[in-house]
């Protein structure tokens, strides 16, 4: 492949086509990867307590195909184009008119728009690619999280072993930068994790959100991890009160910590470390 080819293909442009369709694919991803890991739980308590599973349709992130959860309708190839379908469609059901979340279009333009920054932040370089899956399961994450207040070890871990081992080609950052990234980045949250739990005796945040902030420093660096934290921190703050405020947060409910680690990862990526360490003063 030339490089007049290759600096097309990995263009803002390109990158934002595929990333609405990636987000597509991520839609179903949020959706149905709890659904099978709740499927599995069930199957494997059964087995262990020697009794009988309801038999249930095969549930994959490919089968069944797509279908209106309210009518059954299927969707076809014309009603899931990423975002444009929306609009064509009114955000309804083509069958029972009932309402399409707007999330759906949302998450296909956030991913567009990643991988166009991403492209722009990196250049017509191959490593932009891998830079959008990292940006991809983030953008999973978050959504699953925020349904579900789980982050799956399906995502969290191999999101962690492809930064390390990213960094050990020499696609990234140095190996001992994005190994002691992650041993920060798990240890930060555990500790906070048993104060808090020492302290008053409940629990503050998952062991997911551990695995997610180490998965960070295995991509970002040592370095990163305080910024990360400082800006998941105070985003997750502001939203969690306008949300008590708004009454949109019931009562004995709690914001998932895990979008906003997400959220600030994605923009320390996007911003660079240099401009990260300078911003705080630190360069």
Known sequence: MDAQTAGFLLSPLVLALLGLCIGSFLNVVIHRLPLM???GWKLESAELLGVAVPDEPALSLAKPRSRCPSCGHQITAAENIPALSYLWLRGRCSACKVHISARYPFV???????FALIGWRFGAVPVALLWCAFAAVLVALAGIDWDTTLLPDNLTLPLLWAGLVASLLGWTIPLADSLWGAVAGYLSLWTVYWAFKLTT?????????????????AWLGLKMILPIVLA????GAVIGIGMKITGALREGRYV????????????VMLAGQTRVLGWLGWA
């Open 232 to 235: 998941a921190s105070v985003i």
């Open 108 to 114: 296909e333009i956030l991913t567009g728009v990643l």
């Open 201 to 217: 005796g409940k629990e503050g945040m998952g062991f997911g959100d551990f695995k997610l902030l180490a998965a960070l420093g």
């Open 256 to 267: 998932p910590f895990g979008p906003f680690l997400a959220g600030a990862g994605l923009a």
């Open 37 to 39: 890991l709740e499927r």
